[in-house]
C-alpha cells in the first residue's frame, strides 16, 4: 500500500460513495493505493475549524502507522491545529479497539448519529497535537517551535 496525495476532491468523492455521506467543507485527503494504483482507502478531513478538523475514515486494513503520520503533520504541522475528531458507529468494533490503542481519547456519544438504531450511534474520539507523538517523532523539533 502507497498514499497519495494532491488528489483530495478525488479520493473525497471515492470515500463519499463508499460510506454514503457528502462531506460539505473539505480541507484535505489522503488516498491509500494498492499495488496497481486502485484506491482501497480514504482520510478525509473535512470541517476545519481554527483549532479542530474532523476526520472521516474509510478502508480496511489502511489505517496504518504512514497513514496517522500523514494526518497528524498535516493537522498539526502543517495547519498548527490543536486536535482532531472522529465519530465512529458503535457498530464499528474494529476501529473502536484501534483507535485508542493509537492514542485517541474515547470524548463522547451522539446518540443515533448515523440512523434510528443503538448501533448507529457516533462515538466521539479526539486526539490533541500532544498525544500525537509516537506519529510526530521524526518531526518533533517542529512541534517544540509550533508550541512555544
Not at 34 to 58: C, N, P, W
Not at 68 to 79: D, E, K, L, M, S
Not at 126 to 143: D, M, P, Q, T
Request: with cysteine; glycine share 8%; aromatic share 10%.
Amino acid at each position: 500500500m502507497k498514499l497519495l496525495f494532491g488528489h483530495d476532491q478525488v479520493v473525497a468523492e471515492w470515500c463519499e460513495r463508499k460510506c454514503g455521506v457528502k462531506f460539505k467543507t473539505l480541507w484535505k485527503s489522503i488516498g491509500a493505493i494498492d499495488e496497481e494504483g486502485r484506491l482501497i482507502g480514504a482520510a478525509v478531513l473535512h470541517d476545519l475549524t481554527q483549532y479542530d478538523v474532523e476526520l472521516s475514515f474509510y478502508g480496511p486494513n489502511t489505517l496504518t502507522m504512514d497513514m496517522c503520520r500523514a494526518i497528524a503533520w498535516h493537522c498539526f504541522i502543517q495547519q498548527g491545529l490543536e486536535r482532531i475528531s472522529i465519530h465512529v458507529r458503535r457498530s464499528n468494533r474494529r476501529l473502536l479497539k484501534a483507535l485508542p490503542a493509537m492514542g485517541w481519547r474515547w470524548e463522547g456519544v451522539k446518540h443515533h448519529l448515523f440512523g434510528n438504531d443503538k448501533k448507529d450511534d457516533g462515538i466521539l474520539f479526539g486526539i490533541l497535537r500532544e498525544n500525537a507523538v509516537r506519529y510526530l517523532r521524526k518531526f518533533s523539533h517542529e512541534i517544540k517551535s509550533s508550541i512555544a
